[in-house]
């Protein structure tokens, strides 16, 4: 029994099973660090022609934008808006602006430095997170993200790489290629930006076997955090009339937790978890309804690590 519980705590970060983004950040600036959602209103190439006209399959008429936070509102006043609204606040808490909704390198370079500037100029803003696809990375565009490096500073590229299977990304609408995905991941590392990469467990088509091989593939790329969804219906996608249909069945949430671990025994214990499941606003969900309950989905998790008594990078 003894052994057991050794073997439960081994890979104990914080008191989890998995190292989260949050408590990297907790542990490192000694303080409350916020992600603050930003829209700088840009678009992206697989909705204004240049790579399709309607978007990913899954993707909403917002392109995932934090209800509330519109283009229309200057970025400074996103920021303070945010602020605001947090539930709790605690004296000397830190920020980090995230461009999120649509592609957030799609855009002429002047503009682009323009919003990065204004939201790092903010007051307590410590870092920079920039959400984009992998065939919107120049070298260029790269160079610019590249330039916002300093001691003390947090930047981030988030990349959706979403799967490591040109079939599945087929079937999202991506309009790119894995490779084209490694090939980003790997400029963006060349130039020391640290790269978080979005994954959907639960593609239609996808079985365990193919969603564990890009748990493995992730090895051989210099990633340094992760973002992991479950595949979930908004309101007004594609998706939306796939699943009307029959066409399509999300996974339940016994099914996504028991994936979920296994795919995170898979990754580096080095590799930060920034997010483990995804959340929508409930007028917005369609399916399945268990994402509304992310605490207790949460606590799953956990759970079955402990029954399991395995941890992040266990079989890795």
Same mark, same amino acid.
């Given at each position: 029994?003894?052994?057991?519980?050794?073997?439960?705590?081994?890979?104990?970060?914080?008191?989890?099973?998995?190292?989260?983004?949050?408590?990297?950040? *907790?542990?490192?600036?000694? *303080?409350?660090?916020?992600?603050?959602?930003?829209?700088?209103?840009?678009?992206?190439?697989?909705?204004?022609?240049?790579?399709?006209?309607?978007?990913?399959?899954?993707?909403?008429?917002?392109?995932?934008?934090?209800?509330?936070?519109?283009?229309?509102?200057?970025?400074?006043?996103?920021?303070?808006?945010?602020?605001?609204?947090?539930?709790?606040? !605690?004296?000397?808490?830190?920020?980090?602006?995230?461009?999120?909704? &649509?592609?957030?390198?799609?855009?002429?370079?002047?503009?682009?430095?323009?919003?990065?500037?204004?939201?790092?100029?903010? =007051?307590?803003?410590?870092?920079? @997170?920039?959400?984009?696809?992998?065939?919107?990375?120049?070298? =260029?565009?790269?160079?610019?993200?590249?330039?916002?490096?300093?001691?003390?500073?947090?930047?981030?590229?988030?990349?959706?790489?979403?799967?490591?299977?040109?079939?599945?990304?087929?079937?999202?609408?991506?309009?790119?290629?894995?490779?084209?995905?490694?090939?980003?991941?790997?400029?963006?590392?060349?130039?020391?930006?640290?790269?978080?990469?979005?994954?959907?467990?639960?593609?239609?088509?996808?079985?365990?076997?193919?969603?564990?091989?890009?748990?493995? *593939?992730?090895?051989?790329?210099?990633?340094?955090?992760?973002?992991?969804?479950?595949?979930?219906?908004?309101?007004?996608?594609?998706? !939306?009339?796939?699943?009307?249909?029959?066409? @399509?069945?999300?996974?339940?949430?016994?099914?996504?937790?028991?994936?979920?671990?296994? &795919?995170?025994?898979?990754?580096?214990?080095?590799?930060?978890?920034?997010?483990?499941?995804?959340?929508?606003? !409930?007028?917005?969900?369609?399916?399945?309804?268990?994402?509304?309950?992310?605490?207790?989905?949460?606590?799953?998790?956990?759970?079955?690590?402990?029954? *399991?008594?395995?941890?992040?990078?266990?079989? &890795?």
């Amino acid at each position: 029994m003894t052994q057991k519980r050794d073997l439960c705590k081994a890979g104990s970060w914080y008191g989890k099973p998995y190292y989260s983004f949050s408590d990297y950040l *907790r542990g490192k600036y000694k *303080r409350r660090v916020l992600k603050i959602p930003i829209n700088a209103g840009l678009s992206c190439p697989n909705r204004d022609g240049t790579v399709g006209a309607e978007g990913c399959v899954f993707c909403s008429a917002d392109g995932s934008a934090t209800p509330g936070m519109t283009a229309a509102m200057p970025i400074p006043e996103q920021i303070e808006a945010a602020k605001k609204g947090f539930k709790r606040s !605690e004296p000397d808490t830190g920020y980090i602006a995230y461009f999120q909704a &649509f592609t957030n390198t799609y855009g002429p370079h002047p503009l682009l430095k323009k919003y990065y500037d204004t939201a790092v100029a903010q =007051e307590d803003v410590i870092g920079l @997170m920039i959400g984009t696809r992998p065939d919107c990375l120049s070298d =260029e565009t790269l160079d610019l993200i590249a330039s916002y490096r300093k001691p003390g500073f947090e930047l981030w590229l988030e990349i959706g790489m979403q799967t490591s299977h040109d079939k599945s990304l087929e079937f999202l609408r991506r309009g790119h290629a894995n490779d084209t995905t490694v090939d980003a991941i790997a400029r963006a590392a060349g130039r020391g930006i640290p790269v978080c990469v979005h994954l959907i467990l639960g593609i239609p088509g996808e079985s365990w076997n193919d969603m564990m091989a890009t748990a493995d *593939r992730l090895r051989g790329l210099p990633v340094v955090g992760i973002k992991l969804h479950h595949l979930h219906v908004i309101r007004g996608t594609a998706l !939306e009339n796939l699943y009307r249909s029959g066409g @399509m069945k999300p996974l339940s949430r016994k099914e996504y937790v028991s994936i979920l671990c296994d &795919f995170i025994e898979r990754v580096s214990p080095e590799v930060l978890i920034h997010r483990l499941m995804g959340d929508r606003e !409930e007028n917005t969900l369609v399916a399945p309804r268990w994402g509304m309950h992310k605490g207790t989905v949460l606590k799953a998790i956990e759970d079955e690590f402990q029954r *399991r008594c395995t941890y992040q990078g266990f079989l &890795f």
